[in-house]
């Protein structure tokens, strides 16, 4: 593709180690049933098995395909943001090299959309579980999931599969170093800049799959550094921020409160006591502070 040929779509394919599952993901990619024209960016961390190989080879086989490749691992989102920089298209979709999409109209679908809708920065789609390689009915994003997320809901947690969505790429503009020590929370942090230009709208129907496994990033973390992971996001995010934002700091302290509930009632008090801690940290939310206080006084008693 001549890098002067306007381009509509950017898929941004971040990768490594990935050697089993990247032909896959490319080839869901490079399947997809549109006139629109598609780049596919396939940013490469320095993998130490045969994935550089094979994404050199795709983009030889196939002209929409450019490869970015690290001369060492980062282990960072800079891994994506470089990718996010270098990209063309109006609109932006993110696939891991394990993930794929089962969707053939995904792209035109979710363009679509955008086209007849200016007041979405971002659309969603639902994703299926997949535990390796065993593809489950389970869906990541809950039929319960409002249709329109705003810029205030989307610091309550992140609801949308990675390789579900598409955004505005003019949304990410405000996407700077801070984002690179966020790793491995990737996409969350994308999603609250595109709330900040629009709604983010969201459709149950199914057109990816998210793959769990041991490998993971963040899924295979032990919970409690999920935890501490996602108050690091929260930190941070309020640091970009220049230290206030009333929104984060109500959404902070609803999912901490939440989820301290949730081990509340699995009998899990360490790890209710971990997210109440983070929660009166992060969180300043008066009234949600308040209320985190008198749930620790209930774990702390004896």
């Known amino acids: 593709m001549s890098a002067d040929a306007p381009v509509e ?5 971040a990768t490594f180690d990935h050697e089993s599952s990247i032909e896959r993901a490319l080839h869901s990619v490079l399947t997809q049933r549109t006139e629109r024209s598609l780049e596919v960016i396939v940013s490469e961390d320095c993998s130490t098995d045969a994935t550089r190989d094979l994404v050199l080879r795709a983009a030889r086989c196939d002209e929409r395909v450019r490869v970015m490749l690290s001369e060492h691992n980062l282990a960072s989102n800079e891994v994506v943001a470089r990718a996010i920089g270098a990209a063309r298209g109006r609109y932006l979709c993110l696939l891991d090299g394990d993930d794929w999409w089962c969707s053939p109209d995904k792209v035109e679908r979710q363009a679509a959309f955008l086209d007849e809708h200016p007041e979405a920065s971002a659309v969603f789609h ?3 579980i997949a535990y390796d390689d065993l593809v489950t009915d389970e869906r990541w994003t809950p039929a319960t999931q409002p249709r329109h997320t705003d810029a205030r809901r989307i610091w309550e947690g992140n609801p949308f599969a990675t390789c579900a969505g598409m955004m505005r790429t003019g949304a990410l503009h405000g996407l700077g170093a ?4 966020l790793f491995p929370i990737t996409d969350w942090p994308l999603y609250v800049l595109c709330a900040r230009y629009g709604l983010l709208c969201f459709d149950d129907d199914v057109v990816g799959v998210y793959r769990l496994h041991a ?4 899924s295979a973390l032990p919970r409690d550094a999920k935890l501490d992971a ?6 941070a995010m309020r640091r970009s921020a220049g230290g206030h934002d009333p929104d984060l700091d109500a959404g902070a302290a609803r999912y901490f409160f939440d989820q301290a509930w949730q081990h509340v009632h699995l009998g899990e008090r360490d790890l209710a006591r971990r997210c109440v801690r983070h929660g009166i940290e992060q969180g300043r939310s008066r009234a949600l502070r308040k209320e985190l206080v008198r749930l620790g006084g209930r774990l702390w008693r004896r």
């Open 9 to 13: 779509v950017t898929v941004v394919v």
């Open 126 to 128: 639902n994703a299926v």
């Open 178 to 181: 801070w984002y690179h020590d």
């Open 215 to 218: 490998g993971g990033e963040f």
């Open 230 to 235: 996602i108050a690091g996001f929260y930190a």
